[in-house]
């Protein structure tokens, strides 16, 4: 057995003995992000009935709520002070929800279906991908790592990657369905599972944590003003925006690539250097080893076969 599952196994108990709260009052703002947490669960669930009976702009709607409800829900948390552990599974289980199962369904009944068990089985891939990427977000949580790179995601997270494979019901309501030729069905099929494997991949996508610390007083009215405009165009052109935004994720992908490893460079560890062995005395010591050979006789070896008489 290996020795270190014992450990893992005293750990586990330890952690489920823990209580969830440390007091038996619990304060009313401990309660405030985990509403918000249970109001874009029931969004998720609602999109699930509206793919169902094919009523997409509803469902993408609600896909879209609870993503604005999820960006929401761990800075108020922050802001409150009202962090705890069971306010952390319970977000897990609404994204594996909202951003796993709902997007999977809605995309399956769209399209995806006329495929049968392999269009399932992509939709299911996208699911189970979204399943592993929040488990590994939770076990990296303990984990410590520089500053720096709390402004990187491994993987694309689950909130962007429901809003971005979705792109084909986005350009379908723009004029371009690929619903009109199996080729470009295909590609679609294609699309939802390499969107699910880059969720679980280690590609750095940027994650705007470190963002909202500090910023100029001179860029507070121009976000502002960013905001209401995205707003603005999200509620009047939603298709058009989302496609718009999908693209420009994709895009800056390796633009966040790049930028990860610049900065993993400037942050590395400076390498020591190997020492030189010193001049002085290696000569002497070559010298003092190395044996004279320049006036010795070469030497004969005379080889004496089993069956030959020694003369």
Known sequence: MDPIVPQLEKETRRRRRRRMFDHARIPVRMMVPNLF???????????????IEGRYDF????????????????????????????????????????????????????????HRSLGWI????????????????NASLEEDKPKWQGDFFSGVPTPAAAIVVLLPIYL?????DLRESPLLLNLVLAYTMVIGVMMVSNIPTYSGKLLGERIGREWVLPIFILVMLALACLVTYPYATLAIASIVYIGFIPWTLQRYRKLERLHAPPSAPAASP????????????????????PSRVIEIRPSETKR
Request: glycine letters at 8%; charged letters at 15%.
């Open 37 to 51: 947490t249970l109001v874009g669960l029931c969004a998720g669930l609602t999109s699930i009935r509206m793919s």
């Open 278 to 297: 010193s001049p002085d005395t290696e000569p002497e010591n070559v010298a003092a080893d190395t044996p004279d050979t320049s006036n010795a006789e």
């Open 172 to 176: 379908a309501q723009l004029g371009l």
């Open 59 to 114: 469902a993408l709607a609600a896909i879209v709520f609870a993503a604005l409800l999820d960006g929401l829900d761990g800075r108020v948390a922050r802001l409150l002070k009202a962090s705890s552990r069971f306010g952390a599974e319970l977000d897990s289980l609404a994204d594996f929800v909202n951003f796993g199962v709902a997007p999977a369904i809605m995309i399956f009944t769209w399209g995806l279906g006329g």
């Open 122 to 137: 992509a939709v299911m891939l996208f699911a189970l991908a979204s399943a592993l990427r929040l488990a590994r977000f």
